[in-house]
């Protein structure tokens, strides 16, 4: 399983971004998908998660200001970056859980990060 993250980039601080992130392969299920980030000297943290069931999760620091979404038929998961902030700066990783076959446990995949910068 590959995923392909894109939309990264810069933005000016009350701006927007929107980052995707597609999975292909071999894939019988996606339980979940969803971004995290990392800052410099920053551990990795949640930013926002959607499952198949549509349920989402968002960290505090960005709820009311970004959406997830996904499409099903595409494998594929959207996050809308809105009136974003310099503290959101930081390279943002797309992560999926995925069941490749109806007998395996889900496994976690993770993209190359993309990133996202806010200037002030």
């Known amino acids: 399983v590959q995923l392909q993250a894109s939309g990264g980039g810069l933005a000016q601080a009350g701006g927007s971004l929107r980052l995707s992130c597609a999975a292909s392969?071999?894939?019988?299920?996606?339980?979940?998908m969803g971004w995290y980030r990392q800052a410099p000297g920053k551990q990795r943290e949640l930013v926002a998660v959607?499952?198949?069931?549509?349920?989402?999760n968002f960290a505090d620091s960005v709820k009311g200001r970004f959406t997830i979404s996904r499409d099903g038929a595409k494998n594929t998961a959207y996050l809308q970056m809105n009136s974003l902030k310099a503290e959101d700066t930081a390279v943002y990783y797309c992560?999926?859980?995925?069941?490749?076959?109806?007998?395996?446990?889900?496994?976690?995949?993770w993209g190359q990060g993309t990133q996202v910068t806010v200037s002030s």
């Open positions: 992560n999926a859980k995925v069941q490749r076959q109806y007998y395996l446990a889900p496994t976690d995949y």
């Open positions: 392969g071999t894939i019988f299920s996606i339980n979940s």
């Open positions: 959607i499952t198949g069931d549509d349920e989402t």
